[in-house]
């Protein structure tokens, strides 16, 4: 396949283009900033490469991508002890270990790429696929083959484009949705939120705000961070082990590090009772867009006090009472997202086994391994 844009692969922040950040505007998941996050503190079985697309010499695309190893992974999630559990993770360890990944990996939604105005979006996409392949060239240099080469996450309606792109090989698969709560415009605080309501789910609120009595929220700075550091790490590892299904863990300086980079940008949240950290969440402003990041806390405050449900309303309060338009809630918890407002939207990814005969099955056996979730989709709202 030929492209009329030529292809840069970078390895370091330090290399990029000066322009870098003019094409990313509108997604800070491509900005420089964000990608000094990753090349400082990215999970220990992750690479990053940065990939840059010109047209005529000069800057005309911007994209992302990540190389796993599951080979350093000490688990891939506690959750389900089961047959299906067992076989995926042997599954994965023999013949999917290695995945390169155009986009992010650790968020939901379309954070692979930013195309500007000056290349047609069929060009771009024919760009990234052989950009995939000289990247799975310098892993196998290295000797590490990729066993899988992928593009997330996309929103349904992008699928032609793909296929007009030259995708056709590559089998188009489904993961669980991505969780978003639209703010009315017309929403100026919490209140309006709990006036739209009905009265099965303002009672849930109130009911989940009264045992949250004795809990201090407060935001905290780096040197907050820092202090806490290891508690912080133990709260997350707990939820993050705990999951249906992990191909990465955080290291321990992440949370210090994107403070660091995004400032402000970055908001971290500490729950305190008697003076002990008993859980935190962390938020990135994303332009007119919030996105919820990691979290953790210690389970059996959680349960008794509605932890969780409380983050997820404050969540809410804080982004309507700053005037952003949406939240992303991404994946996992999707029925008590759901039950405070956020809505599925669907995604899909593309993926390519690079064993011939293994590919030609491999849309069935990923299939088998995704975890099913079974939930049921509420409405709050009158």
């Known amino acids: 396949m030929k492209t009329p844009l030529s292809i840069k692969i970078y390895s370091s922040v330090s290399e990029l283009p000066e322009n870098w950040n003019g094409m990313t505007l509108a997604n800070i998941f491509l900005s420089k900033e964000y990608l000094a996050i ?33 080979n350093k992974m000490e688990s891939f999630g506690e959750r389900d002890k089961c047959l299906k559990t067992a076989v995926r993770n042997v599954v994965f360890k023999n013949f999917c270990s290695h995945i390169l990944i155009i986009g992010n990996n650790m968020l939901t939604g379309q954070n692979a790429f930013a195309f500007s105005d000056k290349i047609d979006k069929i060009q771009g996409l024919q760009a990234l696929k052989i950009a995939s392949e000289k990247l799975e060239t310098i892993f196998k240099k290295k000797g590490l083959k990729a066993h899988v080469t992928t593009f997330k996450d996309f929103a349904m309606e992008e699928s032609a484009g793909f296929k007009q792109a030259g995708y056709q090989n590559y ?78 863990f955080l290291t321990k300086h992440h949370f210090r590090t994107f403070k660091e980079k995004l400032k402000d940008k970055f908001l971290f949240y500490g729950y305190f009772l008697d003076e002990k950290l008993i859980g ?20 059996s405050v959680q349960r008794e006090k509605m932890l969780y449900l409380n983050m997820l309303y404050d969540m809410v309060a804080y982004s309507i009472n700053k005037g952003f338009k949406e939240i992303i809630f991404a994946r996992t918890a999707l029925e008590i997202k759901s039950s405070i407002g956020a809505k599925p939207q669907e995604m899909f990814g593309l993926g390519q086994h690079s064993n011939t005969f293994i590919d030609l099955a ?14 049921q989709e509420r409405n709050p709202f009158r």
């Open 171 to 248: 089998f188009q698969y489904s993961t669980q949705p991505n969780m978003l709560f639209t703010i009315p415009s017309h929403w100026k605080s919490e209140q309006d939120y709990i006036n739209a309501l009905t009265k099965k789910y303002r009672d849930q609120y109130k009911r989940a705000r009264k045992k949250a009595e004795g809990i201090e929220k407060r935001k905290m700075h780096l040197e907050d961070i820092i202090k806490h550091e290891d508690t912080i790490y133990d709260l997350y590892h707990h939820v993050a082990k705990n999951a249906h299904f992990n191909t990465f």
């Open 38 to 70: 990753l090349e400082k503190s990215a999970p220990t079985n992750m690479t990053c490469h940065f990939i840059g697309l010109f047209k005529e010499g000069k800057l005309a695309g911007v994209a992302l991508s990540q190389f796993l190893d599951l």
């Open 280 to 299: 935190f969440n962390t938020l990135i402003k994303n332009g007119e867009v919030m996105d919820t990041y990691f979290l953790g806390y210690d389970e």
């Open 362 to 375: 491999f849309e069935k056996i990923f299939c088998y391994l995704e975890p099913t979730v079974v939930w």
